[in-house]
């Protein structure tokens, strides 16, 4: 199985875990799931796994510190709890860092690897094989190593031309109304927005259920 494969399946099954958890009505949301999600994401070593499951951590522990705030009153407690949290979270981090530091592919690589740099070369090849017809009527994506440009807004912009676009629309659309909802599963649902600007995770891949569910909870909700 691909290394970054394996992210995508775990980042997406946590963020389902938290969807449903807060459709049920569960207010405080449960801190395990999100540090075997960084932990796993970071062993398969796909840094846009990690870096979206990092995020991922971070967004739930802010919103559990904010529950167990809520919670308990008394100040000393707080102190209590938002110590036992920092510790928490540094924890996270040095075990995120020692496999960092032992693995080859992040230590040796970097950021800007040749991976990433073909990244980039993936984009900039699409927009130099975009213009304005094909803006519109879409085109299909030519590149010697790679089908498509490892973004999930492309491939479906390069498949569906200026019709993609509404999908877009709605797509933003949705995340400003969550927002005024939710602050929590905005935060879910901005994720599952940021992963496909490097992998194609979205539209008939495989967080397309994401989607389907916020799309219906927002109109249920209505």
Wanted: proline share 2%; glycine share 4%; charged share 15%.
């Amino acid at each position: 199985m691909n290394r970054n494969t394996i992210p995508v399946y775990v980042v997406g099954s946590a963020i389902l875990a938290y969807m449903v958890d807060y459709i049920s009505g569960k207010q405080s949301p449960v801190l395990w799931i999100s540090i075997i999600t960084l932990w796993v994401s970071t062993v398969s070593l796909s840094r846009t796994g990690t870096i979206i499951a990092f995020f991922l951590f971070v967004l739930v522990m802010l919103y559990k510190i904010k529950y167990l705030s809520h919670l308990y009153n008394n100040k000393k407690v707080k102190k209590i709890i938002i110590a036992f949290t920092i510790l928490a979270v540094l924890l996270a981090v040095l075990m995120t860092g020692i496999v960092v530091y032992n693995s080859s592919r992040y230590s040796i690589e970097g950021i800007m690897s040749n991976s990433t740099m073909e990244r980039i070369k993936l984009i900039q090849s699409f927009l130099d094989q975009t213009n304005i017809k094909r803006a519109f009527t879409g085109f299909k994506f030519i590149d010697e190593t790679l089908k498509d440009p490892h973004n999930s807004y492309l491939t479906l912009w390069s498949y569906c031309g200026i019709a993609a676009f509404p999908v877009f629309v709605f797509m933003f659309y949705l995340l400003l109304k969550l927002f005024k909802s939710n602050h929590f599963v905005t935060g879910l649902y901005f994720l599952i927005l940021l992963y496909p600007v490097a992998e194609h995770v979205l539209f008939i891949r495989f967080h397309d259920y994401l989607i389907y569910t916020l799309f219906f909870y927002y109109f249920k909700e209505r």
